[in-house]
Nanobody, 124 residues
Framework: QVQLVESGGGLVQAGGSLRLSCAAS????????MGWFRQAPGKEREFVAA????????YYADSAKGRFTISRDNAKNTVYMQMNSLKPEDTAVYYC?????????????????WGQGTQVTVSS
C-alpha cells in the first residue's frame, strides 16, 4: 500500500518561497508518476506539477511554469516541489499523489494514492 506524507507548507508573504516534500513508502516507485495538486476553498482540485520517477521527465501547469520546480530523490523516496515567487492566488491545500504508469499526468482521477495535504498560505 502506497503511503504519502507531505510536509513543508506554511504562511509566507507574496514573493517568498516554500519547499514542499512528499515522502513515499510501500512500493518500488520506478514506474510511478508523482504529482502535486492543489485545492483552494470552493474550487476544484487542480494539477500543479508532476514527475516520472524513472526518467525524471517533468510536467507543469501554466501557472507553475518558471516559478515551481518538481524533483525527486531516489535514495530518499521523496519528491520535492520548490515554489518561488509565490502569489496570493497560490494559496491552497497542496496534495502529493502517486499513479502507476499513467500517460495523462494532469487528471487527478488517474492517481490512486494521495497524501493528507499541506496548507500553503500566501499573504499579500
Amino acid at each position: 500500500q502506497v503511503q504519502l506524507v507531505e510536509s513543508g507548507g506554511g504562511l509566507v508573504q507574496a514573493g517568498g518561497s516554500l519547499r514542499l516534500s512528499c515522502a513515499a513508502s510501500g512500493r518500488t516507485f520506478s514506474s510511478y508518476v508523482m504529482g502535486w495538486f492543489r485545492q483552494a476553498p470552493g474550487k476544484e482540485r487542480e494539477f500543479v506539477a508532476a514527475v516520472r520517477w524513472s526518467s525524471g521527465s517533468t510536467y507543469y501547469a501554466d501557472s507553475a511554469k518558471g516559478r515551481f520546480t518538481i524533483s525527486r530523490d531516489n535514495a530518499k523516496n521523496t519528491v520535492y516541489m520548490q515554489m518561488n515567487s509565490l502569489k496570493p492566488e497560490d494559496t491552497a491545500v497542496y496534495y502529493c499523489a502517486a499513479a502507476w504508469g499513467i500517460m495523462v499526468v494532469t487528471n487527478p482521477r488517474g492517481y490512486d494514492a494521495w497524501g493528507q495535504g499541506t496548507q500553503v498560505t500566501v499573504s499579500s
